[in-house]
DNA sequence: CGGACCGCATGACAAATGTCAGAGCGGGGC
DNA sequence: GCCCCGCTCTGACATTTGTCATGCGGTCCG
């Protein structure tokens, strides 16, 4: 019995390779691959593959936004993410997403072969390195309010302009700010981006 | 005659695909792999490659340095580079460390053999996209000093703490910082920082 | 029903940051 | 030798920011 493998990476280098290698193996086959985000999702729907390898950051739309899609419209494929630098908050949104593997690109192409039969026979599997850093990295601590503000303060941009995006006002936005700084134990709101990216939770 | 390649990537998956898929190219062969900057450097030492082919993020020491050490070393080493999102001023500064090939991950592996051979013959190669975009983005503005003191404030932060770190007197690093943040056309120091790193400048 | 609590907003105040003018020093080019 | 430029610093000022006390409208629960 042969899997059917959906192969999608925004670099071409990897890809092919990872694409050759998996094919070597002779109970996989990759199906298709894709470049960006929907494309991966294109072709999804036209070659129905058992297993999706996505990468995490793609142009178009991220490997958890086509996991989401790709539940809806194929829930039979199974949906695993690769990727390069694993931020806890990541993997949260992507098992949420019901995404059955995550692992980094860390892992040789046999392990890689292995994971996905792992993942095509119904069970899950989190990198461990990967699972234990979102162990640590816990929830959270943001409200909905707070996490978006920071988002938008995530460029650098002024409270201004922060404030006129969130629809808020001025001091609100500064509120907002000061607590997800103190919730961050960060010194200022440039530095508790920077964590709350690091974590995932932005 | 086969030329010898030195293949360093952290990420373990690509750089196994790729040994694999260069390693079917009858005129190369792989002699070393390393996942580090240092270890990079050690397999130079040992096993004096033809081609060395590097990846510009990596633990320890990133490409171009590990290029430079090379050029010293190994005189006889050509050196390339692979890279996942090319900044433009990556690419001068690893011209300017002798580097004779620059190439996005967005190739594929039969060109990126291609160019190993046109490297090993003593060309030069670099990614016309890339190229384009560091003319575009020209030379930096920046003084030595102010790229340095931009530095510092990358993690966000305080004047006070950059100040220490680059042994310099709060008013001074507040001059640097405005300074950098108009030659950037920027509206606060944070918001310059990402502008100088998505140019390659710091 | 009433109180406790939470998210959200406001305004006032304190601290950090950005901007500007000026000034001494040293090196490199004409 | 002289001039220009970059490096460093100072002091003063406007603007932006961070912090805090407080108020208002909900929901949850006894």
Not at 49 to 75: I, Y
Not at 97 to 115: D, M, N
Not at 128 to 148: Q, V, W
Not at 162 to 184: C, F, H, M, P, W
Request: hydrophobic residues 50%; aromatic residues 2%; charged residues 25%.
């Amino acid at each position: 019995m042969t899997v059917r493998v959906l192969l999608a990476d925004d670099e071409h280098l990897i890809r092919g390779a990872l694409a050759a290698l998996l094919g070597l193996e002779d109970d996989l086959v990759v199906v298709a691959e894709a470049a960006t985000g929907p494309e991966a999702l294109a072709m999804a729907r036209a070659h129905r593959p058992d297993v999706a390898v996505l990468d995490l950051e793609m142009p178009g739309a991220d490997g958890v936004k086509v996991a989401t899609a790709l539940r809806g419209e194929l829930p039979a494929c199974r949906v695993m993410i690769v990727t390069g630098h694993g931020r806890p908050g990541h993997l949260k949104r992507a098992l949420s997403a019901g995404v059955r593997g995550f692992v980094p690109k860390t892992v040789s192409a046999q392990r890689l072969a292995e994971i996905i039969r792992t993942v095509h026979a119904g069970n899950r599997y989190v990198d461990p390195e990967l699972a234990a850093d979102a162990i640590a990295a816990g929830d959270s601590p943001l409200t909905a309010r707070e996490a978006e503000v920071l988002e938008f303060a995530a460029d650098g941009a002024p409270v201004a302009e922060i404030a006129e995006r969130a629809a808020l006002s001025q001091g609100t936005v500064r509120n907002y700010l000061s607590s997800a700084v103190s919730k961050l134990g960060a010194e200022n709101r440039h530095s508790a981006v920077r964590l709350a990216r690091e974590r995932g939770w932005v």
